[in-house]
């Protein structure tokens, strides 16, 4: 999950920041070498706190 959210987001925001221009993809595969382990760490942190939601807004059905 977290590798293909920060995909998408690397390849946006480096579009916006600097570009479509040569050497776009580089930039892009250095941003996401920061980003990914960032997102991992989010959805480590995240996941159970939307576990607890998701629990306490839904009903099991028998």
């Known amino acids: 999950m977290s ?11 480096t579009a916006a920041n600097t570009g479509l221009s040569e050497g776009y993809l580089l930039r892009v595969i250095k941003a996401y070498q920061l980003a990914m382990p960032v997102a991992f760490c ?20 028998p």
Do not use: D, Q, W, Y
């Open 3 to 13: 590798g293909i959210m920060a995909l998408p987001i690397c390849l946006v925001i």
């Open 42 to 61: 989010c959805v480590l942190f995240v996941r159970p706190v939307v576990m607890m939601l998701v629990r306490l807004t839904t009903r099991s059905v």
